[in-house]
T-cell receptor, first 116, second 114 residues
Framework: AQSVTQLDSHVSVSEGTPVLLRCNYS??????LFWYVQHPNKGLQLLLK??????LVKGINGFEAEFKKSETSFHLTKPSAHMSDAAEYFC??????????????FGTGTRLQVTL | KAGVTQTPRYLIKTRGQQVTLSCSPI?????VSWYQQTPGQGLQFLFE???????NKGNFPGRFSGRQFSNSRSEMNVSTLELGDSALYLC?????????????FGPGTRLTVL
């Protein structure tokens, strides 16, 4: 079984300040972990993905996330927020064993607000 | 490479009707998954098709069904629509080799049931 907990439903930051969106996961198997972003009335865009190659994963638009197995966490960070980062962010887990069916389990989402 | 496309983008139906949504995956992808997104329940997995076979299914009633064609295009059908079926329906495609594959999402179909 797999699950994801996004610890904050809403985060507000000022433009130019750091962003931290928190995610804890639970998985019976070695997981793949993802962060997706959804802008209003849009589909989901992949920000970054963790498999097992490196614990620090760099994504698009300056985002990165660190996989910490001991803490079962996969927090998303960005050094400096931009107005265009305002959106809904989803932490996602899946079972990455070869041959398994593709099924993503989503967290409840964190709405990021960026103010001037 | 073209992305995942979904048609139609918007639909308005009345209770009791049925609806069919279509998804064309990225070229070369053999797996197509469907998700329902609502404000109350968030993003929930409906089912996944791989090589024309349903490989995985979420916890939805039998009114929700799907199929996949030999060119990997997929359709989702909802019969006897209920008000609670109003949602954004998202389709995702991937290679289908493992559950860890990256899934690429389409823009979604917004279904409103009156």
């Amino acid at each position: 079984a797999q699950s994801v907990t996004q610890l904050d439903s809403h985060v507000s930051v000022s433009e130019g300040t750091p962003v931290l969106l928190r995610c804890n996961y639970s998985s019976s198997y070695s997981p793949s972990l993802f962060w997706y972003v959804q802008h209003p009335n849009k589909g989901l865009q992949l920000l970054l993905k963790y498999t097992s190659a490196a614990t620090l994963v760099k994504g698009i638009n300056g985002f990165e996330a660190e996989f910490k197995k001991s803490e079962t966490s996969f927090h998303l960070t960005k050094p400096s927020a931009h107005m265009s980062d305002a959106a809904e962010y989803f932490c996602v887990v899946s079972d990455r064993r070869t041959g398994t069916a593709s099924k993503l389990t989503f967290g409840t989402g964190t709405r990021l607000q960026v103010t001037l | 490479k073209a992305g995942v496309t979904q048609t139609p983008r918007y639909l308005i139906k009345t209770r009791g009707q049925q609806v069919t949504l279509s998804c064309s995956p990225i070229s070369g992808h053999r797996s197509v998954s469907w998700y329902q997104q609502t404000p109350g329940q968030g993003l929930q997995f409906l089912f996944e098709y791989f090589s024309e076979t349903q490989r995985n299914k979420g916890n939805f009633p039998g009114r929700f069904s799907g199929r996949q064609f030999s060119n990997s295009r997929s359709e989702m059908n909802v019969s006897t629509l209920e008000l609670g079926d109003s949602a954004l329906y998202l389709c995702a495609s991937g290679p289908g080799t493992s559950g860890g594959d990256t899934q690429y999402f389409g823009p979604g179909t917004r279904l409103t049931v009156l």
